[in-house]
T-cell receptor, first 113, second 114 residues
Framework: GIQVEQSPPDLILQEGANSTLRCNFS?????LQWFHQNPWGQLINLFY???GTKQNGRLSATTVATERYSLLYISSSQTTDSGVYFC???????????????FGQGTILTVHP | NAGVMQNPRHLVRRRGQEARLRCSPM?????VYWYRQLPEEGLKFMVY????????ESGMPKERFSAEFPKEGPSILRIQQVVRGDSAAYFC????????????FGPGTRLTVT
């Protein structure tokens, strides 16, 4: 099956700093999503971005599908950004949607005040 | 606009008991997915269902686990004769099943087997 690797595994920042999280995947994908798992365990949708660039406030994401990677940018980080960031991809074989997201292991982000 | 709802949020079962986890998809969504998050294994796909149909159950353990999404009512993930290794967070997600298939997740059910 498809492999998803995220880096770095851990990241510690001071409030106000910027960061870039990376997601590499081993095959072409039909769907790529970024999630934030907050300290209460809830998975929050950040971006649906199989290709291109999107921005939402302090967060932005870019996926270069031909080179099989995606980047999540966090600017002016806040303590509430702490948690685990997951990249998840879906590959549909044979033109049929299987709906199966494969998750990376996540990046644990800690933002100190 | 209510999101994906799961209940219970926390469930404690003794070894050998049955666990039933419920998921109501977002309004307008007809596709449901179940995932399990184990501490050392991360988030793993279990099963994908549409109303009255299992589309892909490739991630479901072969024994003791079953899932359904009836015509009326929530989707149910059922675990029979639970063991300590079943302790995990179980997440449900839903999508419209058309267009981009973006999945939205519920808050999860934390199952503890004692």
């Amino acid at each position: 099956g498809i492999q998803v690797e995220q880096s770095p595994p851990d990241l510690i920042l001071q409030e106000g700093a910027n960061s870039t999280l990376r997601c590499n995947f081993s095959d072409s994908v039909n769907n790529l999503q970024w999630f934030h798992q907050n300290p209460w365990g809830q998975l929050i949708n950040l971006f649906y971005i199989p290709s291109g660039t999107k921005q939402n406030g302090r967060l932005s994401a870019t996926t270069v599908a031909t080179e099989r990677y995606s980047l999540l940018y966090i600017s002016s980080s806040q303590t509430t950004d702490s948690g685990v960031y997951f990249c998840a991809v879906e590959r549909r074989a044979g033109g049929t949607s299987y709906g199966k997201l494969t998750f990376g292991q996540g990046t644990i982000l800690t933002v100190h005040p | 606009n209510a999101g994906v709802m799961q209940n219970p949020r926390h469930l404690v079962r003794r070894r050998g008991q049955e666990a039933r986890l419920r998921c109501s998809p977002m309004k307008g969504h007809s596709h449901v997915y179940w995932y399990r998050q184990l501490p050392e294994e991360g988030l793993k796909f279990m099963v994908y269902l549409q109303k009255e149909n299992i589309i892909d159950e490739s991630g479901m353990p072969k024994e003791r686990f079953s899932a359904e999404f009836p015509k009326e009512g929530p989707s149910i993930l059922r675990i029979q004769q639970v063991v300590r290794g079943d302790s995990a967070a179980y997440f449900c997600a839903s999508s419209t099943g058309t267009g981009d298939y973006e999945q939205y997740f519920g808050p999860g059910t934390r199952l503890t087997v004692t």
